[in-house]
């Protein structure tokens, strides 16, 4: 008898131990998202052949639904080739092994680690291991990004989250189910905005603070200075006036260059939310405003405010174009401007109506000079040309807008 209770006793010890261990060793995956969470990316498409119609997709944006444990949903809106807009809600659950495609998977998994893929699409889960990580710069701050792959696609995360950073998917003499052949893509996708964390510090200081530390600085040596040059012209002769007024001139040439490039480098874009194209058209609108306000002054006679302003929004123009040449010299793709019909009729129209404006714009700036008797009669024909173009400019990259980044026309 005793022999059977040290038997049932040792059983049940092991028992215990074995359930024990299993418990203690299995760790539920970690959600490292939470409701309003967004992030947005950019698709690359090159190669022989073509997408999907329903799966051409150029621009995408992730949003988080409530999080239920290791459960939730997003919303993903997607903008494709043709210009149309759709979305969708995608559901991931981390314990079913749901994870849509490895778009989002449990966070701080590092390298070695490893998460369930179910494969819907293929019916053959799997176990997907971390291959690496690295610490580099994503959207901004230092961030801690991990790698995956397998046969067809790598796969970089963020580690905190969970959330793909970017990836590379190679499509080779593939059918999908509805038939569609492709012969030879590769699509590269590439995290352009987000939400999910902040601007790296400064100098050790919060980029707010560190703004507002060279406001502090810039803005009262901007006002002193303005304030000398207007007075030495008011105290002295014309002459003297027409050499105050040119150094007004150099002085917003100068102030104008080092602030769009001071915002070019500090001012953190992908914070805001807005996508490039957005950012574009408030940039536009802005320029034309102040081409508007210019055409304005001149005509009630206030040549110099009227110059000023136009030369604030040409150098102010040129100093971005000519940024956007020395950080990227025609390296991406001119198909991007054709890779529709509709794409190509809509850039067209915009380059007859802009490269006049901004021609006619810059020569109305080079021929004016301080205190010129006979510039208004020169420059009439000019500022009229101007006008008549970058209105129509304008009215065209507005349609632009609203044909292939928004939905208003369906």
Request: glycine share 6%; proline share 2%.
């Given at each position: 008898m005793?022999?059977?209770?040290?038997?049932?006793l040792?059983t049940?010890?092991i028992?215990?131990?074995?359930f024990?261990s299993?418990t203690?060793?299995?760790?539920e995956?970690?959600?490292?998202?939470q409701?309003?969470?967004?992030i947005?990316y950019?698709?690359?498409?090159?190669?022989?052949?073509?997408?999907?119609p329903?799966?051409?997709?150029r621009?995408f944006?992730?949003?988080?639904?409530p999080?239920?444990?290791?459960?939730?949903s997003?919303?993903?809106?997607?903008?494709y080739?043709n210009?149309?807009?759709g979305?969708s809600?995608?559901?991931?659950?981390?314990?079913?092994?749901?994870?849509?495609?490895?778009?989002i998977?449990p966070?701080?998994l590092g390298?070695g680690?490893?998460?369930?893929d179910y494969s819907?699409?293929?019916g053959?889960p799997v176990d997907v291991t971390i291959?690496s990580q690295?610490?580099?710069?994503?959207?901004g701050p230092i961030?801690?990004?991990?790698?995956?792959?397998d046969s067809f696609?790598?796969?970089?995360?963020?580690?905190?989250?969970?959330?793909?950073t970017?990836?590379?998917?190679?499509y080779?003499?593939?059918?999908?189910r509805?038939?569609h052949?492709?012969?030879?893509?590769t699509?590269t996708i590439?995290?352009?905005?987000t939400?999910?964390?902040g601007?790296e510090?400064?100098?050790?200081?919060?980029q707010t603070?560190?703004?507002g530390?060279?406001?502090?600085?810039?803005?009262?040596?901007?006002t002193v200075?303005s304030?000398?040059?207007?007075?030495?012209g008011?105290i002295k002769a014309?002459?003297?006036?027409?050499?105050?007024?040119g150094?007004i001139?150099?002085?917003?040439?100068i102030?104008v260059?080092l602030?769009?490039?001071a915002t070019m480098?500090?001012?953190?874009f992908y914070?805001?939310?807005l996508?490039?194209?957005?950012i574009?058209?408030?940039?536009?609108t802005?320029?034309?405003?102040l081409?508007?306000v210019?055409?304005w002054?001149?005509?009630?006679g206030?040549?110099?405010v009227?110059?000023?302003?136009?030369?604030?929004?040409?150098?102010?123009w040129?100093?971005?174009?000519?940024s956007?040449?020395?950080?990227d010299p025609f390296?991406?793709?001119?198909e991007v401007?054709?890779?529709?019909?509709?794409r190509?009729?809509?850039?067209s129209?915009?380059?007859?109506?802009?490269i006049?404006?901004?021609?006619?714009?810059?020569w109305?700036?080079?021929?004016?000079?301080p205190?010129?008797?006979s510039?208004?009669?020169?420059?009439?024909?000019i500022a009229?040309?101007?006008?008549?173009?970058w209105?129509p400019s304008?009215?065209?990259?507005v349609?632009?807008?609203m044909?292939?980044h928004?939905a208003?026309?369906?």
């Open positions: 005793k022999v059977l209770i040290a038997l049932f040792a049940m010890v028992f215990v131990s074995i024990t299993l203690l060793g299995y760790e995956p970690s959600v490292g998202v409701k309003g969470d967004w947005e950019d698709v690359s498409i090159i190669g022989t052949g073509s997408m999907p329903t799966h051409d997709v621009w944006r992730i949003e988080v639904l999080v239920q444990g290791t459960a939730f997003v919303n993903l809106t997607s903008r080739a210009g149309t807009v979305s809600i995608w559901k991931f659950n981390f314990t079913e092994g749901n994870v849509e495609g490895w778009i998977i966070s701080n390298s680690d490893s998460f369930y819907i699409h293929t053959k291959q690295e610490q580099k710069t994503v959207l961030r801690t990004v991990t790698y995956g792959s696609r790598q796969k970089e995360w963020d580690k905190a989250t969970g959330v793909f970017g990836s590379t998917e190679v080779k003499n593939v059918t999908t509805t038939g052949y492709i012969e030879d893509l699509i590439q995290a352009i905005a939400n999910m964390w601007t510090p400064i100098l050790g200081l919060d603070m560190f703004y530390l060279i406001a502090i600085v810039v803005l009262p040596l901007v200075s304030i000398m040059v207007f007075a030495r008011k014309i002459g003297a006036l027409h050499l105050s007024q150094k001139v150099i002085l917003t040439i102030m260059i602030f769009e490039v480098i500090l001012f953190p914070a805001i939310g996508s490039s194209a957005e574009n058209l408030i940039m536009q802005i320029w034309t405003t081409v508007l210019s055409m002054f001149r005509i009630k206030n040549y110099f009227h110059e000023i302003t136009m030369l604030i929004v040409m150098c102010a040129w100093v971005g174009f000519s956007v040449l020395l950080m390296s991406s793709s001119t401007f054709s890779s529709t019909p509709l190509l009729i809509m850039n129209l915009h380059a007859i109506f802009s006049p404006a901004l021609v006619f714009g810059t109305l700036v080079v021929l004016w000079r205190k010129s008797t510039f208004a009669e020169k420059s009439s024909r009229q040309l101007t006008t008549v173009f209105v304008y009215i065209v990259g349609l632009d807008f044909v292939l928004t208003f026309f369906g």
